[in-house]
């Protein structure tokens, strides 16, 4: 059976994060059924509690140099762990795994990351010099592959794949309307039937403050011509709901708040029950259209243009210039044509989960070309 480790953003309460986890590890068991996998991660007792895998802790370089150690194949990502416009610090640790992993003579792969930007000569340096060590890289959109191309990258192959959570099966979630959320620690919140509910995903971004006024102007009208409410969606707790603070209070009893985080499942439960999502989390954005709701998106990084380009929409704007008129036009416009959305973008989502899946194909081959025979018998 085969041993994996996986390092990515994991521990810190970021559903798209824990959302592309649970979508590889599902799919590394459904290849391998008795695979072992280790998770690198913040809050390692946490992170093996909702996984059902082994975990250690990001800062515990023994346990990380164990387990890596053991393993037949390092897995970085997915997601945009090689970037330095967060953190020069985190790009630094996720090579530092990698370079760890050659080191120890391991397989290394990025699994469908998103590449950039990184804008410090340190950091382009620091990732041509590892991501040439590694054995394969896949990544989520276009604009990763060509940013490899200008780092320098060349030894490695380099495949185009998608975002994991796209793997999921399209609109194969529960519908939560008219209901509350999730089975554990009780009701988060309730969506009542009988009025629209638009979702809107924020998060902390610095330069982003007016934004919340543009919002609480096209939600207004929203509410106002459809006797609607808005439900906040918060991919990150509690600092989404903290971002989302002056829409809550201008919008007061019209928006629906959950009252502790929610699970991987009970985010797509909901989401798949609303009208329409406004997001600035790309994640949010992917799970909409996944469940067939009409999506608005605000850009904060290229990720987000990319996947709306994938699936022939156009961003709303950016998140430091955002224009009122735009943002209620566009939000008018996708919940009126909501019922037709799923029949435009359907086919290009089924393409992307297939591109999703290829992410897993091209882990067991280069699992099976480290050992002749391979593990599907065992």
Same mark, same amino acid.
């Given at each position: 059976?085969?041993?994996?480790?996986?390092?990515?953003?994991?521990?810190?309460?970021?559903?798209?994060?824990?959302?592309?986890? *649970?979508?590889?590890? %599902?799919?590394?068991? +459904? /290849?391998?059924?008795?695979?072992?996998?280790? #998770?690198?991660? =913040?809050? !390692?007792?946490?992170?093996?509690?909702?996984?059902?895998?082994?975990?250690?802790?990001?800062?515990?370089?023994?346990?990380?140099?164990?387990?890596?150690?053991?393993?037949?194949?390092?897995?970085?990502?997915?997601?945009?762990?090689?970037?330095?416009?967060?953190?020069?610090?985190?790009?630094?640790?996720?090579?530092?795994?990698?370079?760890?992993?050659?080191?120890?003579?391991?397989?290394?792969?990025?699994?469908?990351?998103?590449?950039?930007?990184?804008?410090?000569?340190?950091?382009?340096?620091?990732?041509?010099?590892?991501?040439?060590?590694?054995?394969?890289?896949?990544?989520?959109? *276009?604009?990763?592959? %060509?940013?490899?191309? +200008? /780092?320098?990258?060349?030894?490695?192959?380099? #495949?185009?794949? =998608?975002? !994991?959570?796209?793997?999921?099966?399209?609109?194969?979630?529960?519908?939560?309307?008219?209901?509350?959320?999730?089975?554990?620690?009780?009701?988060?919140?309730?969506?009542?039937?009988?009025?629209?509910?638009?979702?809107?995903?924020?998060?902390?971004?610095?330069?982003?403050?007016?934004?919340?006024?543009?919002?609480?102007?096209?939600?207004?009208?929203?509410?106002?011509?459809?006797?609607?409410?808005?439900?906040?969606?918060?991919?990150?707790?509690?600092?989404?709901?903290?971002?989302?603070?002056?829409?809550?209070?201008?919008?007061?009893?019209?928006?629906?708040?959950?009252?502790?985080?929610?699970?991987?499942?009970?985010?797509?439960?909901?989401?798949?029950?609303?009208?329409?999502?406004?997001?600035?989390?790309?994640?949010?954005?992917?799970?909409?259209?996944?469940?067939?709701?009409?999506?608005?998106?605000?850009?904060?990084?290229?990720?987000?243009?990319?996947?709306?380009?994938?699936?022939?929409?156009?961003?709303?704007?950016?998140?430091?210039?955002?224009?009122?008129?735009?943002?209620?036009?566009?939000?008018?416009?996708?919940?009126?044509?909501?019922?037709?959305?799923?029949?435009?973008?359907?086919?290009?989502?089924?393409?992307?989960?297939?591109?999703?899946?290829?992410?897993?194909?091209?882990?067991?081959?280069?699992?099976?070309?480290?050992?002749?025979?391979?593990?599907?018998?065992?």
């Amino acid at each position: 059976m085969p041993k994996l480790v996986i390092t990515g953003y994991y521990g810190r309460d970021n559903l798209g994060d824990e959302a592309m986890l *649970a979508a590889m590890a %599902a799919g590394f068991r +459904r /290849l391998w059924p008795d695979c072992r996998l280790t #998770v690198i991660s =913040a809050n !390692p007792a946490r992170t093996a509690e909702l996984h059902r895998v082994k975990a250690a802790g990001r800062t515990d370089l023994a346990g990380i140099i164990r387990a890596i150690r053991a393993c037949d194949l390092l897995v970085v990502g997915g997601g945009s762990l090689l970037q330095d416009v967060t953190s020069l610090r985190n790009l630094v640790y996720y090579l530092g795994i990698c370079l760890l992993g050659k080191l120890l003579g391991k397989k290394a792969m990025l699994y469908a990351n998103g590449i950039g930007p990184i804008y410090s000569p340190l950091g382009r340096i620091l990732t041509r010099l590892v991501l040439d060590r590694v054995d394969l890289i896949t990544v989520r959109d *276009a604009e990763s592959q %060509a940013e490899l191309s +200008r /780092l320098g990258v060349s030894r490695p192959k380099v #495949v185009l794949t =998608a975002d !994991p959570v796209l793997g999921l099966a399209a609109r194969q979630v529960p519908d939560a309307r008219g209901a509350g959320s999730g089975s554990t620690g009780g009701p988060a919140l309730y969506i009542p039937d009988g009025h629209p509910v638009i979702g809107i995903s924020l998060r902390p971004w610095k330069g982003a403050e007016g934004l919340q006024d543009a919002l609480i102007r096209a939600c207004q009208e929203f509410i106002a011509k459809s006797g609607g409410r808005v439900l906040i969606l918060p991919m990150q707790w509690p600092v989404d709901i903290e971002a989302a603070g002056r829409l809550i209070r201008a919008l007061g009893p019209k928006v629906i708040v959950p009252e502790r985080p929610l699970g991987v499942e009970e985010m797509l439960s909901l989401i798949a029950g609303l009208d329409l999502v406004v997001a600035v989390r790309f994640h949010a954005l992917v799970m909409a259209a996944l469940g067939g709701v009409p999506v608005v998106g605000l850009t904060y990084d290229p990720k987000v243009d990319n996947f709306l380009n994938s699936i022939g929409l156009r961003s709303a704007g950016s998140v430091d210039r955002p224009d009122h008129e735009v943002l209620a036009r566009e939000m008018r416009a996708a919940f009126e044509g909501r019922r037709h959305f799923y029949d435009g973008v359907s086919g290009e989502l089924e393409r992307q989960r297939q591109a999703a899946l290829d992410n897993l194909r091209l882990a067991a081959e280069l699992l099976d070309r480290a050992r002749p025979g391979g593990y599907a018998n065992e």
